[in-house]
């Protein structure tokens, strides 16, 4: 009875079986057709019944089967495409047609995971699609269902495996990967980030060598080449210097409800979490140190700087767990734990966001207080869906007059970059989907002026 339940008639049979149908009401006006679709019904059931025979017969390892396997990675990446692959093979001794569904985790809310081939006997194939989620958390995967007909076509048998598979989304480590991956080999120009002239000498002496074509005079030793220098000529020696090491750099993420607004299905929150990743392990590849502190009406997690091994993998489990809230925002608790837990001067960069300049003012005399103590950086998002209506023509009155509303919101985010100006706290507006890269130009522009 088990394994009745997993045959299922095809459209193929409810067509012929339509057309005997329409055969037999024919024959009630025309008895002479009664006869041939008496014989097309007996026909119908006998190919029915064999074909169904076909796809439970043994085959040539010992059971007729198509064999199907699920593979992606142990975790998945929040705001990345993922790769996943179905690895299908044939066992029957003949050609099969085969579509394979696979029960993907509700949070994609895709339709459209349904591949069909056309297997020969021993045949493999590979199927390959791309998930992208929105959310970290848990998601369980269903089966995967493959449902195989021979090439007669009136009967499916359903085979289901890899059942009932749970994965969890982390912050986006492959984007952590490719930064990664592109800094060890210099080419993260490639991604966007900007080359910078350093300014000043914001480097720690290493050691002296010989002068050679090219380098900097500026860095001649002119007292250690006197006392090199010897009979019938000089030797120069210049002083060779290194990046400034062991920079405090913490990531000040904000859990509070201004960051639950959506972008392209991702959250403000997510879009630092990811970036805060991102950041931190090429701060850690500079030779910095990173560190990690969550807030919102309450204090959330602390992570002290540190770059030893292991260290990345502990941020990306503690941002794994970051949830936004609905509250506001304690800004005067922020600078009370900053006081007590980071009493070294370091770089913090705060991903926020403000609508309004008296929505910063608000804020603003506890971010006066932090920058004198720390080099400040107040990360905050522009609202791309406003500059996309800016950008659009007014055809009617209320478009000019909406146009007139949405600018005012545009303007008042401008102000919040020169109001932190004001009082030397540096500020960062970007578009969500450009905060990675912005946030890393903004560092390696603060180390090479020597600012930490």
């Not at 396997?69 to 990446?77: F, Q, S, V």
């Not at 969890?168 to 080419?187: D, G, H, K, T, W």
């Not at 860095?219 to 060779?240: C, E, F, M, Y």
Request: positive net charge.
């Amino acid at each position: 009875m088990c394994l009745m339940r997993s045959l299922y008639l095809t459209q193929r049979f409810f067509v012929v079986l339509a057309a005997v149908t329409t055969g037999f009401v024919a024959a009630f006006f025309l008895p002479a057709l009664l006869r041939p679709v008496q014989g097309v019904l007996v026909l119908l059931t006998l190919l029915t019944v064999v074909d169904a025979l076909l796809l439970f017969l043994p085959g040539k390892t010992g059971a007729g089967h198509v064999f199907a396997r699920r593979t992606l990675g142990e975790k998945l990446a929040n705001g990345s495409d993922n790769d996943v692959a179905i690895y299908l093979e044939n066992h029957f001794r003949f050609p099969v047609r085969v579509q394979t569904i696979d029960e993907i985790p509700h949070q994609f809310q895709r339709r459209d995971v349904l591949f069909r081939h056309r297997l020969a006997p021993a045949e493999t194939a590979v199927i390959r699609y791309q998930l992208r989620p929105l959310k970290r958390g848990e998601y369980h995967f269903g089966a995967v269902n493959v449902l195989a007909s021979s090439l007669l076509g009136l009967v499916r048998r359903r085979f289901r495996y890899d059942q009932d598979q749970m994965v969890p989304v982390y912050p986006s480590f492959l984007q952590m990967r490719q930064y990664e991956l592109l800094a060890i080999s210099n080419r993260l120009t490639e991604a966007g980030v900007k080359r910078i002239r350093r300014v000043g000498r914001s480097m720690e002496f290493e050691q002296i060598r010989p002068y050679v074509a090219g380098d900097d005079p500026r860095t001649i030793n002119w007292k250690a080449s006197a006392r090199r220098s010897q009979p019938g000529g000089d030797t120069l020696v210049v002083n060779h210097f290194q990046d400034e090491r062991a920079q405090q750099v913490f990531c000040l993420i904000d859990k509070g409800r201004v960051m639950r607004m959506p972008f392209a299905g991702l959250s403000l929150l997510d879009y630092a979490i990811n970036a805060t990743l991102v950041v931190s392990n090429i701060a850690i590849l500079k030779h910095d140190k990173a560190g990690l502190v969550t807030f919102s009406d309450r204090l959330g997690s602390i992570v002290p700087a540190d770059r030893r091994s292991g260290h990345m993998q502990k941020l990306l489990e503690v941002l794994y767990k970051q949830r936004t809230k609905y509250l506001e925002t304690d800004f005067e608790l922020l600078y009370t734990t900053l006081k007590h837990k980071v009493r070294q001067r370091s770089l913090l960069i705060l991903f926020t966001n403000f609508e309004t300049l008296n929505g910063l003012q608000r804020q603003l005399p506890y971010f006066r207080r932090i920058a004198k103590d720390h080099l400040l950086l107040v990360v905050f998002f522009e609202n791309t869906e406003l500059r996309h209506y800016l950008d659009t023509p007014a055809e009617t009155t209320e478009d000019v007059y909406n146009q007139t509303i949405a600018e005012k919101f545009a303007q008042e985010k401008r102000q919040i970059v020169l109001e932190l100006q004001r009082y030397g706290i540096h500020a960062l507006l970007t578009p969500p989907q450009d905060l990675t890269i912005n946030t890393i130009n903004r560092y390696l522009e603060f180390k090479s002026r020597g600012l930490i």
